[in-house]
């Protein structure tokens, strides 16, 4: 068939509408289709390579090959439009909307606060939605594994559980029928956690207490879930009957062609064979998860495509007599089903390959990719990290191909794998089939798989490993051990099988295995991937693993003469377990609004966000959502691949031949100004000279996204190279440093160094961290037309300043630029500054084209280009006495600055005024400097220095500690201010509350309690560790730069009553507009459902600071007050005349009588101004404080490590809104431990980020929040300082994630212990597997001893 002539149709439905596509492009995805070509925006672009599960829709469609209409969810962003014909899609919009009903599903997100920015919302919707559509009685565990390809980075995930756990039917808990909440709260006092404790605990958060109790007015009611709507499975809308009847009958191959790519789907193996044939290098698509991928960010083009979801033979399942035989295209979710089944009805021995595979499908992505990605695609994808491949190989699994001349059988087996993603199927060949074999009596097989964050996540090393037995005996027959992320393919480990052939199953076994493994599984120190001496020790180790869950199999099974096995020491069982997770249980204490306080007055009370109605049902608008203008341009940037070179030429001339394109801008093209930046040493694009991969050169534009993209893709720059500065390293080497240092000295060092006991030095690395906002950077640009008005959409936490730059950019006064943010998907500091680079660029292209312009950068523009939280360095020099006190302490920290100045001075310096942390340090002496490095600019995160400042503080207060042999938290407690203290800046500490925090965090997690069961674990268990760690935080609230400390509102009243209000404040997912509403409802007096709050512009309030440092409650709250108060005043008189009227008769009156409904408020905190040179002065308003106890588990054979529990105490003041509060800590727990366990970024030693997408950057998925999870609001501290003495919450818990840093520490030591090691140990952050694989030294790290550093160039390097 000539595809240029297909006539063909795809014909689909989308929310119960059918859809007919005649003209459609096999390039096109499902996400792109439904946001552009629909309008259907609640589906969101978190990623664009199934990392986040934003797009997550539910797919509906008949099988005709297991007769039943199956629902699953997928990523719209990998699914292509031409895989949809006669399916069913149901997106957010389709199941419920605030303006009829929301959906069960969309309302228990919103009401159980588990929904902040929102953007992840519709996505987690979607989850939740398909699992109800496929049962409706969920278990809590079915939920949990429902979201394993969702992320979300504000909740903290513990509300969207909390609200979802209300559908789950086997959770042992009340289910908030006492206290309106799932109570979920276990007996706390001993950590055994799930379910609830049936009222026999009784202590607070019990969900039986009567609220008179010992805690008074104290309350776990975040929402009340007897206000929810049942769950009617019968409301759901059916399946099409036109599909139904379509799908039945007999399909014709159909074909579709686009610019670039045709699309062609057959229906019998004939024909597809044929095809094959005539087109050898088409790619078979089934689930696109690979080929999307290949087709997006690695710029691969396949002309052709055939899909093979009709071919009856690729999708059926057999039973055979040797094994089950899979068709290639069936789905993983299918393999998994069936596996399932064989397992549950088959006897254990014939299934040890069945169970192996489940293990790894258990791990593997998350149910968004399972659910359409091929059994087939991953091997033939042969990628060396596969999951499958290993355990394939390893069992010997049986693959048959098929080609136009025939059938033939292989097994796969070291020949299978020729290169890096070869294989030797023919490419004329299709794999048609996969038997995966039983396994026979005395065969073992386990799989093993370590990544860097357990749930979907792709291998750092992955394997099967099988041994057949002699009969009846522990002589190995045979043995096949097969790894992935040792080498460009999958591997059998055949010289150790050989050896190991013919072998008794016994400790001598195990140490040549391990010798010959060490050898015959190495990897050259540059080797692609790094982590080399991590990669080698996971071979050993998991083989350990295998060799001990063999030999207690073997000590079970033979249990005949013949058996002369030891059995396994009894504390090494638990290295054999595999991982398994605990019911979650969790509790949120808070403060209840006093008796008497109005109904209606919602200060205080745990009041909804205001958005997240909208935000489940995907109809709040985030800045790519706004729809498109008619004659709107999408630009992409261009930018540079090297970190530091000579630009030559700049050829845009290839561009020309796209489609669509419409021009090239450059720095020539800027009406204005194109030098910018906070401290004016950035470009809006570069000219001469680029100081980073990610530097913005220039931009393309073009009618479509995808055409500007391939434009920008043509577009040719020769440089020539100049020497790069990439780490903290190599400037110091170089002294590269910002100008301006800044240093705080306090008391006399020198003395206090001579008066201590003893003198520790120490140094410790911290790494930065990309900020990953669900919604990237995005702007909208619209020329106005008249005398250089631009309006710009955007999405910033800084409306001011991308008014400032933009107009400087365009060379226009500020008055003529507009600037509009109705909402973000998150901001965390990201979007403090760095959007500007984005902002300025698209309103000069604006500008150049008298056209709307638009731009939301791609996840990997994002993260190359925007910079992150700052990596730090800190030198230390720290003296104590003997009882642990802290006499003197000098420290030095550097910071990577990247290639600009941005907000590294003020990240550096609170960074230096965190340096206590919590603690007296009479005599101090510091130093802070920002490294210049070829680096994209770092910028504000969450914290802004503080975490860095305050982690080092807890490394030498925990060196203190173990140098001492003392208590860790006795160590803490002693060094811990007191009320009155003057800080090493001479602050005096007033409503100083942290010493309370620390006390009832103490009691409340049962510290010493648990920490005694600790020690006994881990005296039981040599390869598992636990654990315990409690840590306090005090952060100053208030910007450094005293001026940013102002803060404007304007409040219209409207004749009908009705209040617009409009602050200073952008809504980022924090609930700013939340509370801003409930300040104005106490203010005014008037209900939060009058008060209304569109959007923030620079035109209604002008200079505002920046949505940041946690203080915009504070002073936006107190202008909002103060804006308030103006109002009442004026209609005071009319009030007095009229007591018993109405808020509406005053206003009308008010109208009448020519009163001005509109004011403005303004406030500044008073009395701020710090000065480095004298210390003296007042940085900071007040601090919050508060305290974490965490506790975790670790493998000390593969590094990686469960978080246990947490307790939290956190000081809030009086809380403006609880759940918003328990919300912000649990975020920024959550973040925080992402940051400090988790999210690791990585440069080439040239300078060049490799970590551009949640495929290889980690943040923490639902699975890694503490399995038991508690905070609590301190009660009665009301604080004087801030609207409605409440406290500022934004920032300050983040850094309490560091007590699940030091719990690992604290379980590796116990290990070394058992190594024999006792001496001080230095860990860096984030504490990686990696990082506590290689401190948990042992045997099998002394087999693979690091290469000496100097002699290799490192795959990548620690910035
Ligand atoms: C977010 C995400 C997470 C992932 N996580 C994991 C993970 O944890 N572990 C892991 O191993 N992989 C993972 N992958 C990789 C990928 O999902 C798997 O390799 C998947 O099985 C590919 O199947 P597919 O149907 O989507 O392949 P497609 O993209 O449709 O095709 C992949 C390749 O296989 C070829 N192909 C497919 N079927 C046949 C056939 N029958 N005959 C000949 N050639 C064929 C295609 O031509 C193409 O080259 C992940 C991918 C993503 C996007
Ligand atoms: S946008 Fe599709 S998974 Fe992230
Ligand atoms: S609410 Fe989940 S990403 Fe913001």
């Known amino acids: 068939m000539d595809p240029n002539e297909t006539g063909d149709q795809l014909v689909f439905f989308v929310n ?8 459609v492009d096999p390039e096109t995805t499902l996400l792109t289709y439904l946001r552009r070509k629909l309008g259907l925006c609640g589906t969101k672009l978190g990623c664009g390579e199934g990392g986040c599960g934003a797009c997550t829709v539910m797919i509906s469609k008949y099988d005709p090959f297991r007769k039943k209409i199956l629902h699953h969810t997928a990523n719209a962003c990998l699914f292509p439009v031409c895989a949809l014909h006669q399916v069913a899609v149901t997106t957010v919009e389709g199941i419920g909307n605030t303006k009829s009903r929301l959906h069960p599903a969309q309302e228990r997100i919103a009401k159980s606060h588990g929904s902040q920015c929102g953007f992840c919302t519709p996505g987690i919707v979607m989850s939740m939605y398909t699992l109800l559509r496929n049962t409706t009685e969920p278990k809590m565990e079915d939920i949990e594994d429902a979201f394993q390809g969702n992320l979300c980075r504000c909740t903290g995930y513990r509300a969207i559980l909390e609200g979802y756990r209300t559908f789950a039917k086997d959770v042992n808990c009340c289910g908030g029928v006492a206290n309106g909440t799932g109570c979920g709260h276990s007996e706390r006092e001993n950590s055994t956690n799930g379910g609830c404790c049936g009222g026999k605990v009784n202590g607070p958060g019990c969900c039986m207490n009567g609220r008179e109790d010992n805690v008074k007015m104290m309350s776990s009611s975040l929402f009340n879930s007897s206000e929810f709507q049942p769950l009617d499975p019968t409301q759901e809308p059916i399946f099409p009957p036109e599909l139904m009847i379509q799908c039945k009958k007999q399909q014709k191959q159909l074909c579709f062609k686009g610019e670039r790519v045709t699309w062609i789907q057959p229906t019998t193996l004939k024909e597809l064979v044929a095809l094959k044939s005539q087109y050898p290098n088409a790619k078979l698509v089934v689930g696109n998860t690979e080929v999307g991928i290949e087709m997006r960010l690695k710029n691969m083009l396949y002309p052709v495509i055939i899909a093979p979801a009709w071919i009856l033979e690729m999708n059926a399942v057999q039973h055979t007599e040797t094994g089950v035989a899979f068709g290639a295209a069936s789905t993983l979710s299918s393999v998994e089903e069936v596996l399932r089944k064989a397992v549950a009805e088959l006897p254990p021995y014939k299934t040890e390959v069945f169970q192996a595979v489940l293990e790894q499908l258990r791990w593997f992505a998350g149910p968004q990719i399972r659910n359409v990605a091929a059994l087939g695609g991953n091997i033939m994808t042969a990628s060396p990290i596969s999951d499958l491949n290993p355990v394939l190989m390893a069992s010997g699994s049986k693959l048959t191909l098929a080609s136009k001349e025939g059938k033939r059988t292989i097994t796969m087996d070291e020949k299978f794998f020729t290169g890096y993603r070869k294989t030797v199927v023919k490419p004329e060949e299709i794999l048609l089939s996969v038997e995966i074999p039983y396994s026979k009596k005395g065969e073992y097989f386990s799989a093993f798989k370590q990544a860097s964050r357990r749930e979907d996540d792709i291998a750092i090393v992955t394997c099967g490993m099988r041994v057949l037995f002699q009969d009846g005996t522990s002589q190995v027959e045979e043995i096949k051990l097969s790894y992935g992320g040792m080498a460009p393919t999958t591997v059998l480990a055949l010289k150790t099988c050989q050896e190991l052939t013919g072998r008794d199953w016994n400790e001598k076994l195990l140490q040549d295995a391990c010798c010959l493994l060490a050898g015959e599984m190495d990897l050259p120190p540059s080797a692609p991937g790094g982590m080399v001496d991590f990669r080698r020790t996971l071979t050993l180790s998991f083989f350990f693993k295998f060799y001990l869950t063999v030999l207690q199999k073997l000590t079970k099974n033979n249990n005949g003469a013949n058996n002369l096995c030891e059995p396994i020491p009894s504390n090494y069982i638990s290295a054999t377990e595999l991982f398994h ?26 009041l909804m966000h205001v958005s997240a109605a909208k935000q489940a049902c995907g109809e709040a608008v985030y800045c790519d959502d706004i729809p498109h203008y008619e004659n709107e341009l999408y630009l992409t940037l261009v930018t540079s691949t090297k970190a530091h070179a000579k630009i030559l030429s700049v050829d845009a001339s290839e561009a020309l031949s796209i489609p669509g394109f419409v021009c090239f801008v450059s720095a020539k093209d800027v009406p204005g100004s194109n030098i910018t930046g906070i401290a004016n040493d950035e470009t809006v694009f570069a000219e001469d000279v680029v100081t980073c991969v990610g530097h913005i050169i220039g931009a393309v534009l073009a009618d479509t996204q995808e055409h500007s993209r391939r434009a920008a893709k043509t577009v040719k720059i020769k440089y020539e190279d100049l020497k790069p500065i990439v780490t903290i390293q190599e400037a110091i080497e170089k002294q590269s440093f910002f100008k301006s240092i800044k240093r705080i000295i306090k008391g006399d060092v020198k003395k206090g160094f001579e008066e201590s006991d003893h003198i ?15 919604e990237t950077h995005c702007t909208v640009a619209v020329p106005k037309g008249e005398d250089g008005e631009m309006e710009l959409f955007v999405s910033t936490q800084n409306p001011a300043k991308t008014q400032e730059f933009a107009a400087n950019a365009l060379g226009v006064p500020s008055n003529r630029v507009v600037v509009r943010v109705k909402r973000m998907g998150g901001g965390f500091g990201g979007k403090e500054t760095r959007n500007t680079i984005l902002t300025t660029a698209v309103a000069v292209a604006a500008f150049k084209t008298g056209r709307p312009v638009r731009c939301m950068l791609d996840r990997d523009e994002d993260m190359l280009i925007s910079g992150g939280r700052h990596p730090f360095l800190g030198r230390y020099k720290v003296g104590f006495m003997k009882n642990g006190k802290v006499k003197s302490l000098e420290v030095s920290y550097y910071s990577n600055g990247g290639n600009s100045v941005d907000l590294s001075y003020g990240v550096m310096d609170r960074a230096l005024l965190h340096l206590d942390n919590s603690y007296n340090i009479p005599n101090v002496r510091s130093v802070g400097i920002v490294c210049k490095t070829n680096l994209p600019s770092n910028t504000a995160f969450r914290g802004f220095g503080g975490p860095q400042g305050m982690m080092i503080a807890e490394c030498w207060m925990s060196d203190i500690a173990q140098k001492c042999g003392l208590q860790p938290e006795e160590v803490r407690r002693l060094n811990l201010y007191n009320e009155g203290d003057l800080t090493h800046f001479n602050q ?13 965090c103490l009691s409340s997690s049962s510290y010493y309690a648990r920490k005694k069961l600790i020690e006994e674990f881990n005296k039981q268990n040599r390869w598992k560790k636990r654990g315990l ?63 209304y709050i569109s959007e923030t512009n620079t035109n209604t309030v002008p200079n505002t600071s920046p949505t940041a440092a946690s203080v915009s409650a504070d002073i936006n709250g107190m202008a909002v007050h103060n804006a308030c108060q103006t109002i009442l005043k004026r209609i ?20 009448e009588d020519c009163i001005s409904l509109s004011a403005t408020g303004f406030y500044r905190i008073p009395e701020l101004g710090y000065d480095f040179e004298k210390n003296e002065g007042k940085p900071f308003c007040y601090f919050s404080y508060g305290v974490a106890c965490s506790e975790v588990e670790i493998d000390c054979l593969t590094g990686d490590h469960k978080n246990i529990r947490t307790d939290i105490v956190m000081d809030v003041g009086t809380s403006l809104n609880p759940a918003i509060d328990v919300g912000q800590i649990e975020g920024a727990f959550v973040q925080g431990l992402g940051l400090f366990t988790m999210e690791e970024l990585r440069y080439s030693p040239e300078g060049n980020l490799y970590t551009r997408g949640p495929g290889m950057y980690k943040i923490p998925a639902f699975g890694d929040v503490p399995t038991e999870f508690y905070v609590s609001l301190l009660r009665d501290c009301p604080n004087s300082k801030a609207v409605y003495s409440s406290k500022a919450v934004g920032e300050p818990p983040l850094f309490l994630s560091a007590s699940v840093f030091y719990a690992i520490k604290d379980a590796i030591y116990s290990a070394r212990k058992d190594s024999g090691l006792s001496e001080l140990f230095r860990l860096d952050s984030p504490a990686t597997p990696e990082r506590i694989r290689n401190a948990c030294v042992d045997v099998f790290t002394k087999m693979c001893p690091p290469a000496e550093p100097g002699t290799f160039k490192p795959w990548s390097v620690r910035v």
């Not at 119960?16 to 003209?23: L, R």
């Not at 997770?581 to 745990?606: H, I, S, T, W």
């Not at 520790?760 to 669900?774: A, D, K, N, R, S």
């Open 16 to 23: 119960g509408k059918k859809v007919i596509e005649k003209d």
């Open 581 to 606: 997770k605990d019911p979650v249980a969790n509790a949120q204490l808070f403060q209840e609004v006093p008796r008497g306080q109005a109904f209606e007055d919602m200060v205080g009370r745990p």
């Open 760 to 774: 520790l030095e120490g140094e410790m690395y911290l790494g930065g961290q990309e900020h990953f906002y669900l």
């Open 988 to 1000: 005096k500490l007033e409503g100083f509350t942290l010493r309370r925090c620390w006390d009832e």
């Open 1029 to 1091: 760690c409690i840590i306090p935080t005090k952060f100053g609230i208030s910007f450094t730069i005293p001026f940013l400390n102002q803060a404007g509102a304007l409040v219209h009243v409207y004749t009908d009553g009705s209040v617009l209000l409009t602050h200073g404040g952008t809504e980022m997912g924090q609930g700013l507009h939340t509370k801003m509403i409930q300040v104005a409802s106490r203010s005014l007096g008037i209900s939060t459902s009058k008060i």
């Open 1132 to 1151: 005071e008189p009319i009030k007095q005349s009229n007591p018993k009227g109405s808020w509406e008769d005053w206003i009308k009156a008010a109208y």
